[in-house]
């Protein structure tokens, strides 16, 4: 069970370049989040999904997008990056029954 | 609505001292509650839980008890270590799938 994993760790993009941020779960969770963590703050929801095909959005939406076509896989597509998502981004899991999330490693994304 | 308190950090302790992180809660009815643990460069853990009133949540030496009278859930430790400093967050779970997220408590211990 690799748990929740995220790819890429570590990213560094110019203004208004665009990229993908690729979460997968082995767990066969139902529920998927994307958070951003900025540097000293908790975390903030971007979006949710609670099945493959549903998607909603959570705090902090505007300038992601975010897709789930299979249950394993759920997506954070970024695009015209500004410095203001520089953030480190964690991707999550839950179980239908017991609400606990697994979160991913991250991804340290700086927009310069 | 739903929201979560805790302690503002960071908290700084020294070897061995026992441990207390505030978190109160507000809520309807009474949902599971949640400690996670961020260590440094890492993703979220989940720490303990309880899921109704007056349970008791305990791992690794923590422990925090759901007191539906005072709505907290604090964490306690008698004895920390250097291993254990990180940042601490409190949770509540909420509607919409989704969990209600305190800011986080950062823990440093001094040998």
């Known amino acids: 069970n690799a748990g929740v994993t995220q790819t890429p760790k570590f990213r560094i993009l110019k203004i208004g370049q665009s990229m993908t941020l690729q979460c997968a779960q082995d767990?066969?969770?139902?529920?998927m989040y994307w958070y951003r963590q900025d540097p000293g703050m908790g975390l903030k929801l971007i979006y949710y999904?609670?099945?493959?095909?549903?998607?909603d959005k959570g705090e902090v939406p505007n300038g992601y997008n975010v897709s789930r076509s299979t249950t394993e896989d759920f997506p954070l597509r970024l695009e015209l990056a500004a410095p203001s998502q520089t953030s480190v981004y964690f991707c999550?899991?839950?179980?239908?029954?017991?609400?606990?999330?697994?979160f991913g490693p991250g991804t340290r994304l700086t927009v310069t | 609505g739903n929201s979560v308190t805790q302690m503002e950090g960071p908290v700084t302790l020294s070897e061995e001292a026992f441990l207390t992180i505030n978190c109160t809660y507000t809520a309807t009815g009474y949902p599971s509650l949640f400690w996670y643990v961020q260590y440094p460069g890492e993703g979220l853990q989940l720490l303990l839980k309880?899921?109704?009133a007056d349970d008791k949540g305990s791992n690794k030496g923590f422990e925090a008890t759901y007191r539906k009278e005072t709505t907290s859930f604090h964490l306690e430790k008698g004895s920390v270590q250097v291993s254990d400093s990180a940042v601490y967050f409190c949770a509540l779970r909420g509607s919409n799938y989704q969990l209600i997220w305190g800011a986080g408590t950062k823990l440093i211990i001094k040998p």
């Open positions: 309880a899921t109704k």
């Open positions: 999550a899991s839950s179980p239908r029954d017991t609400y606990e999330q697994y």
């Open positions: 767990m066969n969770h139902n529920y």
């Open positions: 999904s609670v099945g493959a095909g549903i998607t």
